[in-house]
């Protein structure tokens, strides 16, 4: 049974850089703690020794390291909420004060 | 018509790549209003195209097998130059700088490309309600979902707006929309179908698959969009054999297992009324039933919202409205970190926060073990029932979905009861197998039904060839849904 507090749901909003409302706060605290309950029902089952599946191909992918021509600076700056286009820059918020 | 039929008559010149785009333009036109299938149509764009296509085949030039066919994309597929917004707030107004290879080979198979269809966000969702554009409607009940996640793509197909589209996949999005809608969705093998230029949801569990009317055209449009590609390096170097030529109609001796004690609890009497009645259909063409156990299926659905969730929380760490899509209105003393997190706040609906939340605390330090690591251990056991089943079986039968269409807002305010609806189907992404949906019948309302077949890996051959030896004695696949109808007789004097 889990036990998920608002200060639980608080810590996970900031890892997953989610500034949630108060209201979303209360929701999820109830319905995330709901989905945890029900999914802790694969407890049940033992999976001592069992391999996890990350993915289903288990294939190498590798391929020879040779550059390919890519998307234009002035195509990927074109759906920017800012940028500095003259310069090829995306524009954030100061982070240096 | 199908797609098949439409490029015969164009190829034979008793119609033109035009006409018909026009035609399906006009369908569109009347019953958008009611069904809302489309993020955008992409009109003008379509009929340029269809005229260079019937110029192509004035001047003699070799035909595409889609050649002057509209099809419609799931919205989470980029376009070169068509906004792509996964029915998202945090995408508005996102036009893809390139195409998905899926876009491309269509294109180069002959297709028009009519527009982009709508979806639960990020394709997380199973009703087509969790859209920041708004819900799609069911083209055979207006009051009831089409499903989802690829709920667009299935009500304009159902409806006649498109014969053909292009769905994702990641815990049966192509198939339960299909069955819910009366139509055939088919989801290849994990790594047939390029995933390039599709937004990633969970990248271990998403697939591109077709939505079509027949079991033929499923095949014709696989034929399109399959086989290896270089841009993902998931995608399968594994031959892509003549699909249209395994569609023989021969079933005798194909065994067909069906896990009898899966289909319990909470599904509707309709529902394995009609799955009983196809199974006996395949039977009397001489195909044999063989009783299986799954014995871990039943855990599908928490291993599923683990995993997904999982890679969901991750795939879409990259929406911080730095690049594209949507930032926050920034105030003096913004931190970048306030950006992001009030821009992903603003930009992302409340399901999609649910599940990056939910995996970024299943992945999170102290947990990760208890839940995403049995997750996918679990993901082996399922895996290892479908191995040893398939030693004794060809494919593996069961109803798409427990229930027919439901009505809208139904389920949105309770995630597990809507995430029950993928019982049936989150199996086949789990294990990275092929799966099919064709209808089966109808319940007492005339809502459609779906039966799913299962097959093994990179066997599409099999799955379709039983899937079409069942449309070949049924005709379930050519009603027309009631409500669309409806809107297409009404006399023209009525608002």
């Avoid at chain 1, 319905?31 to 069992?50: F, H, K, P, R, S």
């Avoid at chain 2, 070799?62 to 995408?91: E, F, Q, R, Y």
Wanted: overall charge negative; proline content about 6%.
């Amino acid at each position: 049974m889990s036990t998920l507090t608002q200060q639980d749901v608080k810590r996970i909003a900031e890892l997953a850089r989610l500034e949630l409302t108060t209201d979303e706060l209360d929701l999820f605290t109830r319905q995330l703690g709901g989905i945890l309950t029900y999914v802790e029902q694969i407890n049940a089952l033992d999976t001592t020794g069992v391999v996890p599946t990350s993915h289903v191909l288990n294939r190498p992918v590798d391929r020879p390291d040779v550059p390919e021509p890519s998307l234009s600076r002035e195509d990927l700056l074109a759906n920017a909420p800012d940028a500095a286009r003259e310069a090829g820059l995306f524009k954030v918020p100061r982070v240096i004060g | 018509m199908t797609a098949r039929q439409l490029t015969q008559q164009i190829r034979r010149g008793d119609t033109s790549a035009v006409a018909v785009c026009e035609a399906h333009l006009d369908r569109i036109k009347t019953l958008e209003p009611a069904v809302s299938a489309f993020n955008t149509v992409t009109a003008e764009r379509a009929l340029a195209r269809a005229r260079s296509l019937d110029a192509l085949q004035q001047a003699g030039a070799p035909l595409g097998p889609l050649h002057g066919v509209p099809v419609a994309l799931k919205d989470n597929m980029c376009t070169a130059g068509v906004p792509t917004t996964a029915s998202s707030k945090i995408l508005r107004g996102f036009v893809p700088p390139y195409n998905a290879t899926v876009a491309t080979r269509l294109e180069a198979a002959g297709a028009v490309i009519v527009g982009k269809t709508n979806l639960d966000e990020f394709a997380m969702g199973s009703s087509t309600e969790n859209s920041a554009l708004g819900p799609t409607r069911n083209p055979w009940d207006l009051d009831r979902t089409p499903g989802g996640s690829s709920g667009g793509s299935a009500a304009a197909v159902a409806a006649g707006m498109v014969p053909l589209a292009l769905g994702s996949d990641t815990g049966g999005s192509i198939r339960q929309p299909a069955a819910l809608c009366g139509i055939v969705g088919l989801k290849p093998t994990y790594g047939r179908v390029s995933r390039y230029g599709l937004m990633a949801f969970a990248s271990s569990l998403d697939q591109i698959g077709p939505l079509t009317h027949t079991v033929e055209d499923a095949a014709l449009m696989l034929a399109a969009i399959g086989g290896h590609d270089g841009h993902d390096a998931t995608s399968s170097s594994e031959q892509l054999p003549d699909l249209l030529a395994a569609l023989t109609g021969e079933v005798t001796g194909l065994r067909i297992g069906v896990p009898r004690a899966f289909l319990g609890d909470g599904v509707d009497p309709a529902i394995l009324a009609a799955f009983n009645a196809a199974l006996a259909t395949l039977a009397a063409r001489g195909a044999t039933l063989v009783d299986i156990e799954l014995p871990h299926a039943g855990y599908g659905i928490p291993v599923y919202y683990l995993i997904a969730t999982a890679e969901a929380s991750s795939n879409l760490a990259r929406y911080d409205g730095v690049r594209y899509g949507h930032r926050t209105a920034i105030e003096k003393d913004d931190t970048l970190r306030t950006m992001y997190e009030r821009s992903r706040d603003e930009g992302f609906g409340a399901e999609v926060k649910r599940r990056i939340m939910l995996g970024t605390y299943v992945l999170s330090a102290g947990y990760y073990d208890a839940y995403y690591l049995k997750a996918q251990q679990v993901r082996t056991l399922l895996r290892q029932d479908f191995e040893r089943v398939f030693a004794t079986v060809d494919v593996v039968a069961t109803p798409t979905t427990p229930t027919p269409a439901f009505k809208l807002g139904e389920k949105t305010s309770d995630p597990i009861q809507m995430y029950l609806n993928d019982i049936f189907t989150v199996s086949a992404n789990l294990t990275g197998l092929p799966a099919i949906s064709v209808p089966c019948g109808f319940s007492a309302g005339r809502l459609p039904i779906g039966l799913q077949f299962t097959g093994r890996s990179f066997d599409e051959v099999t799955l379709l060839r039983v899937a079409d030896a069942y449309q070949r004695d049924t005709a379930f696949h050519t009603e027309s849904p009631t409500a669309a109808e409806a809107l297409m007789n009404r006399p023209a004097s009525q608002p």
